[in-house]
């Protein structure tokens, strides 16, 4: 393995008396894609929004790039996450949704802002609708404006939380293409997901979470050919 | 005296109307703003009192405020002239209600709104100045019309703290002349006449702006 991106050990945390994640141990490596499923209500979410914050934990530790930073507004401009209702600011257009944390939180100038969000706007191939209001965009787009928003913080990994769920059939595939696309180039992903097909093909280990706890950690291959776990068996024979 | 003699005689006293009115936007938008935001954000006792001076200025008869600051606190050495009083207490009273406007529209806003602001590195301060208040002001500018027309009318009470608004100059006429139908007549007119463009452009503001949310939530324009 090379060097560790994101390490979570041991972590805990609970809603009032609720135990929604029981000592949960994942390392994921720089340039690695792990994509974690499970049935709803198993913590998935939960995990990764605890990577960035977003939920705070009760007990265990969080490293990302070797260190558990306590600024969150740091740490977030280093892990960016993606989610399932996009969350674009409708009141702005696609350009300056991307620009808006490049020039508040790094203080970067208009100019460079904007040239950075387009590039990362072409990344997504949606470049063209730069001067659009997210309203005026499918699903698909809005999702990929939202990754596009990410990326410009140049992200030391990415947390993409069920990024296609909202979404209409049709409009799955371009947004998992862009996500492969990520991972060819080596982004370090954490991907919750019920995308089979997908983990398949782009993801370097499956995680199988239930219950709050990680029951299982494969490679795709021998996930899918050969789970060890009764629970991880049922779960496949239900969605497969 | 003719009508419009009446008439014109009341608007002498609309430079009053007028300045208290202004004035009191002054204490009224930024108090809203201030207080609705904290009583948003403040948790466990530190929201105690700001939840108490809202309720003092929104439970409290405007006349009471102004009576209670203009000739109260003389007593303690105070002196606060009549614009200031009268535009303190109908703004901040207004104000009051204003803030329960904002501390609405922010629990109305879709709470990954502000997640996603935090998830690319804003600081929460950020979050809600470029994110939330800008949302916000779009959705409140209808009820922010309508409390206008509540402190313009409001402003009919600076008369009994000796200020010579229309109201006052009413009174002054009918003291003169000794017909009230013809006075208070002129004077229903002339606040309608400031009123009425004020809620024409209140109901355009909330089609326009219920035009907009129904398609900042995706088209489901029919939810109310």
Same mark, same amino acid.
Do not use: D, G, N, P
């Given at each position: 393995m090379d060097q560790t991106a994101i390490s979570i050990n041991k972590l805990n945390k609970w809603y009032g008396d609720f135990h929604v994640l029981k000592d949960i141990d994942l390392q994921v490596a720089t340039g690695e894609q792990v994509v974690i499923c499970g049935p709803s209500g198993s913590g998935k979410s939960t995990l990764i929004r605890c990577v960035n914050r977003l939920e705070a934990y009760q007990d265990g530790h969080i490293e990302v790039m070797g +260190?558990?930073?306590t600024n969150l507004p740091r740490l977030r401009r280093q892990v960016g996450m993606v989610f399932q209702q996009f969350n674009l600011f409708p009141h702005l257009t696609v350009l300056r949704n991307c620009t808006l944390a490049m020039t508040r939180a790094l203080r970067m100038d208009q100019a460079e802002a904007e040239e950075t969000a387009l590039r990362m706007l072409e990344r997504?191939?949606?470049?063209? +609708?730069?001067?659009?209001?997210p309203t005026q965009l499918s699903g698909g787009q809005q999702q990929r404006v939202a990754i596009a928003r990410a990326l410009c913080m140049s992200p030391k990994a990415m947390l993409f939380d069920e990024p296609t769920s909202a979404l209409d059939p049709e409009m799955i595939k371009e947004v998992l293409d862009v996500m492969a696309d990520l991972a060819q180039d080596g982004m370090t992903m954490i991907c919750v997901t019920h995308e089979m097909g997908f983990a398949r093909q782009v993801a370097d280990r499956i995680v199988f979470m239930d219950a709050g706890q990680v029951v299982e950690v494969a490679p795709p291959d021998s996930f899918f050919a050969n789970p060890q776990n009764l629970r991880t068996r049922t779960f496949l024979e239900q969605i497969l | 005296m003719s009508f419009s003699e009446i008439f014109l005689g009341i608007l002498e006293g609309l430079d009053v109307t007028l300045t208290v009115t202004a004035f009191g936007l002054l204490f009224a938008i930024p108090f809203a703003l201030v207080a609705g935001v904290a009583q948003q954000f403040l948790t466990g006792w530190k929201r105690a009192p700001v939840t108490a001076i809202i309720e003092f200025w929104r439970s409290t008869p405007i006349l009471?405020?102004?009576?209670m600051f203009y000739y109260t606190l003389p007593v303690a050495g105070v002196y606060l002239n009549a614009t200031t009083v009268a535009a303190m207490t109908l703004g901040l009273h207004i104000g009051a209600y204003g803030s329960q406007s904002v501390r609405a529209a922010l629990q109305a806003l879709d709470r990954g709104q502000v997640e996603a602001g935090l998830a690319i590195g804003l600081t929460r301060w950020q979050v809600?100045?470029?994110?939330?208040?800008p949302q916000m002001a779009v959705a409140m500018l209808p009820t922010f019309v309508n409390q206008f027309i509540q402190l313009v009318k409001g402003t009919a009470?600076?008369?009994l703290i000796t200020m010579t608004d229309m109201t006052a100059r009413a009174k002054e006429l009918s003291q003169l002349t000794f017909d009230p139908p013809a006075i208070y007549g002129a004077l229903m007119l002339a606040y309608f006449l400031l009123l009425y463009p004020a809620t024409v452009l209140g109901r355009h503001l909330e089609r326009v702006v219920g035009r907009r949310s129904g398609r900042l939530n995706g088209g489901r324009a029919g939810d109310v």
């Open positions: +260190q558990e930073e997504v191939r949606i470049r063209e +609708q730069a001067l659009k209001f | 009471v405020l102004m009576f809600l100045l470029t994110i939330e208040l009470l600076v008369a």
